[in-house]
């Protein structure tokens, strides 16, 4: 099996980034995010939907991924795509 580019916080640094719900989930299927029993990504830190509506998400620094049970950095990974905005989250 192919192992997947686990990205680091120095890769492009890890402020925030600001996107599209479906470029989120793409990104952790991309990534292989675990998933629990009903098939929701493992995931923990500060992830907001933007306004309230679903349709973006504020991703803050803190915010991790898990791969076969090991914390990556979401900002990171989330950077290396074309998707979204690198945004300062002042929380």
Not at 11 to 16: I, K, L, R, W
Not at 20 to 28: G, K, N, P, S
Not at 32 to 54: E, P, W
Request: hydrophobic share 40%; with cysteine; aromatic share 10%.
């Amino acid at each position: 099996m192919a192992q997947a580019y686990l990205p680091t916080s120095s890769d492009h640094g890890a402020n925030g980034w600001i996107g599209r719900a479906d470029q989120l989930y793409h990104v952790l299927r991309m990534f292989r995010c675990d998933q629990d029993a009903a098939g929701k990504f493992c995931v923990d830190g500060s992830i907001t939907s933007f306004m309230g509506a679903g349709d973006e998400y504020v991703v803050g620094a803190d915010a991790v991924y898990y791969v076969d049970g090991k914390p990556c950095n979401l900002v990171a990974a989330l950077r290396v795509t074309s998707y979204g905005l690198a945004v300062t989250v002042i929380s």
